[in-house]
């Protein structure tokens, strides 16, 4: 089969081509490398962003550099697939304040295009959608223990309401993402679905800190740099290993309905901030400099998936717990070290 991903040079799309390469498909990764946060990190840009391509091109997978916002390019790099998954995105809260635009139009008008290449040729598509899209209304009925919020019932379902709450740009690209590929289900019976992802992590992910939290911690760790953490740090997340994702998203290909499915690792992967910094400095055998900042606008302090749904629609549930994920992560950022100087 062959394979079109965008943002298939970023973090979740270089995974996904890495899964398909490995399996012998033919696979495109369609990126316009741009992943305006890295600016931020202080890492060493250039080679973060080139890293990713390097290792695809090593495993055959094709480069397309193109912006899934140019609908022709879209169309061209999708004829003969069998299957998209669109993971190109602006996906970090921050710079969709400070970008409306970019996020609208990456967000939005990339997800349209990828949705009406999927109806010209007649193939399933996966778009990443987010948990952010449930608002953080959430935020009213937590709990709170020692390291985390708490909540009950701990683990929310599709069927909680969306959008509640102090709204972002980035609620309104992601929903609209999102409805967008409803509709194209309801209306043009395209087979394809939004996943409202929850934190994902794992080795590639150049995480700063505005997209990529576990990374940050561990990338911060290792190089002796300090944590900041805004608020509380009891926010909490059913993290989810990368390579558990794109076992969902081969799951769908093959036996998934279309739809909307909370993907995420559940209680038995939700972790709070400083809980994660527990971890990593319990793997490293050191503790990181952790200090405090003001909480952040819009910021969702708890969400647990109840991804059930996608257990009994395509037989998929995450397997990587974190301290085993965690722990690949670092010996990753260890043997990356010079990117991060
Ligand atoms: N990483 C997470 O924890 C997480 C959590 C929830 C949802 N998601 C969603 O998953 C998706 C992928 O996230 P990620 O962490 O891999 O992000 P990422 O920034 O690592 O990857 C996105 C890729 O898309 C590319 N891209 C951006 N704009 C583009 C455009 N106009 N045309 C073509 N390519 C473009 C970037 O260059 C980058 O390589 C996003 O939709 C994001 O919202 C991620």
């Known amino acids: 089969m062959r394979v079109l991903v965008t943002g298939g040079c970023g973090f979740i799309g270089s995974h996904v081509c890495e899964f398909y ?3 012998g498909d033919g696979v495109v990764a369609y990126d316009n490398f741009t992943k305006f946060e890295l600016r931020r990190t202080g890492y060493d840009t250039k080679g973060a962003r080139d890293h990713n391509r390097q290792v695809l091109e090593a495993l055959g997978v094709e480069i397309r550099e193109a912006d899934v916002r140019d609908a022709d390019s879209v169309l061209e790099a999708a004829d003969g697939c069998d299957y998209i998954v669109h993971t190109a995105a602006q996906p970090a809260m921050t710079i969709g304040w400070e970008d409306p635009r970019l996020d609208f139009s990456t967000n939005v ?3 349209f295009n990828v949705l009406e290449a999927a109806r010209r040729f007649r193939i399933p598509v996966a778009s990443c959608g987010t ?3 449930y608002g953080n209304a959430i935020n009213d009925s937590l709990g709170e223990e020692a390291t985390r919020y708490r909540r009950e019932p701990a683990e929310i379902p599709e069927s909680e309401p969306v959008v509640q709450g102090v709204l972002t740009p980035l609620h ?3 929903r609209s993402g999102e409805i967008y590929v409803q509709t194209w289900v309801d209306t043009y019976d395209v087979r394809a679905a939004s ?3 929850t934190g994902l992590y794992g080795p590639r992910q150049f ?7 576990v990374a940050n911690f561990a990338i911060r760790a290792l190089t002796g740099r300090p944590i900041t953490i805004y608020g509380s740090g009891k926010q909490v997340r059913d993290i989810l290993y990368a390579t558990d994702l794109c076992e969902a998203f081969h799951a769908f290909y093959e036996r998934g309905k279309p739809g909307i499915y909370n993907i995420g690792g559940e209680s038995r992967n939700a972790i709070s901030l400083v809980e994660c910094v527990d971890l990593i400095a319990d793997i490293l055998g ?6 405090f900042g003001e909480g952040r606008h819009g910021d969702l302090r708890y969400f647990v998936c109840d991804a059930d749904r996608a257990r009994r629609g395509f037989g998929w549930e995450a397997r990587t717990l974190p301290r085993e994920g965690v722990g690949r992560l670092i010996e990753w950022v260890e043997e990356h ?3 991060f100087a």
Not at 286 to 291: A, C, E, G, S, T
């Open 195 to 197: 996943f409202r992802l």
């Open 21 to 23: 390469a490995r399996r």
């Open 207 to 213: 995480g700063g800190e505005d997209h990529g939290w």
């Open 131 to 133: 948990v952010h899209i």
């Open 109 to 111: 008008l990339g997800t």
């Open 286 to 291: 050191k503790r990181p400099d952790v200090r």
């Open 337 to 339: 070290r010079h990117f």
């Open 172 to 174: 309104a690209s992601k």
